[in-house]
Nanobody
């Protein structure tokens, strides 16, 4: 059974930075693609960024140039470096194993971790 633990969220001023971490256990981490997703109140969960086993990356248009996804296979951890944060980035952030297609990326597991909350202040 896969266990996903997200961390690193918090309160940050607009324009600031945060780095999120997701530790995954119970899965063969290195051969899979992983993604970060977010869900703001009243909105659907959306893909933020994905990274393949070969370190190819995908980003939502809204975060391109500001966010960077990376992975450390030795630690079974995927990261999301967020910079130049905007109010619209405020959400609960989650990670999930991901299937990366040419035009989209989709989460694999139906069960999500507890997420980590990002709040952006003025």
């Amino acid at each position: 059974q896969v266990h996903l633990v997200e961390s690193g969220g918090g309160l940050v001023q607009a324009g600031g930075s945060l780095r999120l971490s997701c530790a995954a256990s119970g899965s063969v981490f290195s051969i899979n693609a992983w993604g970060w997703y977010r869900q703001a109140p009243g909105k659907q969960r959306e893909l933020v960024a994905a990274i393949t086993s070969g370190d190819s990356t995908r980003y939502a248009d809204s975060v391109k140039g500001r966010f960077a996804i990376s992975r450390d296979n030795a630690k079974n951890t995927v990261y999301l470096q967020m910079s130049s944060l905007k109010h619209e980035d405020a959400a609960d952030y989650y990670c999930n194993k991901t299937v990366v297609y040419s035009s989209t990326s989709l989460p694999v597991y139906a069960t999500w971790g507890q997420g980590t909350q990002v709040t952006v202040s003025s």
